[in-house]
């Protein structure tokens, strides 16, 4: 196992994410504590000593197995990992309720990891707003040594990564972040991570592989790819490329079986960063892979003042871009529901005032038709 450095402490370079934990009959909600059991020891024997749940996975049970699976290690020996549930935006006044419940659960008298989750353009102001005190709140456990290290997940755009930084950056210990290389560029990766490293915040990566869809790829990439190094699959690349961001400390991966389990230790065995025709060869990969499934915009913001209802094309056509790309997911509807009815998709008058100027000759006003209906 490869290890990074962070805060004088060794973090193995990959965490085990407990979102994708084998299950009965397909039922998210019933882990199968046997097999999840068998992984966790496999996986700590091997030297991962990350371990990254949330309130959330699995129906809210990820947490309680996965506080079992490691009881049976010296607490200091791991690190475990959860997260406070601002996705639902219920949950913003409950921060101490929630906090005492995640520590009972998980069977853990203090997190060495804790998380405010996913904020983006739906919770942003929730989370900064002081009337619920999640700051304050989280503030205080880290005091009393509850959490050892505070950071933050973030889905939104890099205006709501500043925004949350600019309020309490200086406190963040690390950020996780989508990132891959698909959406090193796809979703404004490589801006966020520069951001991130200009106030020395080191990055963790959620969704090396989208999903696992990076590790499965048409037959003549993947033949491109084993020319240059014929033992390494899709995955290994995928993770070879994060591997090769000095910014990146961790890199987590939901693990759903022993077999993957397995493939990535081999992976992490060694540091085995791309060179710069192996580089290339996976940034022309991924721009092969976008042109052929998303829509063209430069975000040149030449047809924003052209439109009558004052939309924001450019941001609309990114979300409709991960929306399709991703074929479907949470993103796109999470930061939809951030905006006011008349800025939607479904407000487009479809007057093509704007494909007059777009110099890229996009069919916005079908874009913005085949988004309102897809959402
Ligand atoms: S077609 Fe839609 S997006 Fe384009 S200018 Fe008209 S209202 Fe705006
Ligand atoms: S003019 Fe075309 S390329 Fe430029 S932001 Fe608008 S849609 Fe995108």
């Known amino acids: 196992m490869i290890y990074r450095d962070f805060q004088n402490e060794k973090l193995s370079a990959l965490g085990f994410g407990a979102m994708r934990l084998p299950v009965i009959d397909g039922n998210d909600r019933d882990i199968d504590e046997a097999k999840t059991q068998e992984m966790v020891e496999r996986a700590y024997e091997a030297g991962i000593n990350y371990f990254d749940t949330a309130w959330g996975y699995h129906g809210g049970n990820s947490e309680t197995v996965l506080g079992k699976c490691l009881a049976k290690f010296p607490r200091e020996s791991f690190n475990i990992a959860t997260k406070f549930p601002g996705y639902d935006l219920n949950n913003m006044p409950k921060v101490k309720e929630i906090f005492e419940q995640q520590l009972e659960k998980t069977g853990m008298?203090?997190?060495?990891?804790?998380?405010?989750?996913?904020?983006?353009?739906?919770?942003?102001?929730?989370?900064?707003?002081?009337?619920?005190?999640?700051?304050?709140?989280?503030?205080?456990?880290?005091?009393?040594?509850?959490?050892?290290?505070?950071?933050?997940?973030?889905?939104?755009?890099?205006?709501?990564?500043?925004?949350?930084?600019?309020?309490?950056g200086e406190h963040m210990e690390f950020c996780q972040l989508q990132l891959n290389y698909l959406d090193w560029t796809f979703q404004g990766g490589k801006e966020k991570v520069d951001l991130l490293n200009q106030m020395n915040i080191p990055v963790w990566v959620m969704e090396p592989l989208r999903g696992g869809k990076l590790a499965h790829l048409s037959e003549a990439d993947e033949k491109i790819l084993r020319q240059l190094r014929p033992d390494e699959d899709p995955a290994a690349w995928a993770f070879r490329f994060l591997q090769s961001q000095k910014e990146i400390t961790m890199i987590l991966s939901g693990?759903?079986?022993?077999?993957?389990?397995?493939?990535?230790?081999?992976?992490?065995?060694?540091?085995?960063?791309?060179?710069e025709t192996e580089m290339k060869a996976i940034e022309d990969l991924a721009e092969r892979m976008l042109s052929v499934?998303?829509?063209?915009?430069?975000?040149?913001?030449?047809?924003?003042?052209?439109?009558?209802?004052?939309?924001?094309?450019?941001?609309?056509?990114?979300?409709?871009?991960?929306?399709?790309?991703?074929?479907?997911?949470?993103?796109?509807?999470?930061?939809?529901?951030?905006?006011?009815?008349?800025?939607?998709?479904?407000?487009?008058?479809?007057?093509?005032?704007?494909?007059?100027?777009?110099?890229?000759?996009?069919?916005?006003?079908?874009?913005?038709?085949?988004?309102?209906?897809?959402?």
């Open 255 to 275: 693990m759903s079986a022993q077999d993957q389990l397995e493939k990535n230790l081999k992976t992490f065995a060694e540091d085995r960063k791309l060179n």
């Open 293 to 375: 499934n998303t829509v063209p915009c430069t975000a040149c913001h030449y047809c924003v003042t052209h439109c009558p209802m004052g939309l924001d094309i450019p941001h609309l056509i990114s979300l409709y871009n991960e929306h399709v790309y991703t074929g479907g997911g949470f993103i796109a509807p999470m930061a939809l529901s951030a905006l006011d009815d008349d800025k939607k998709p479904q407000a487009c008058l479809h007057c093509r005032s704007c494909e007059a100027v777009c110099p890229q000759q996009i069919r916005i006003s079908e874009i913005m038709s085949d988004f309102a209906e897809r959402i």
């Open 109 to 168: 008298e203090y997190f060495d990891f804790y998380l405010f989750h996913n904020v983006c353009e739906m919770n942003i102001d929730a989370y900064l707003n002081p009337e619920y005190g999640i700051f304050d709140y989280l503030m205080a456990q880290k005091k009393a040594g509850k959490i050892r290290h505070l950071g933050f997940s973030c889905h939104g755009k890099y205006d709501v990564l500043k925004r949350f930084l600019d309020a309490y």
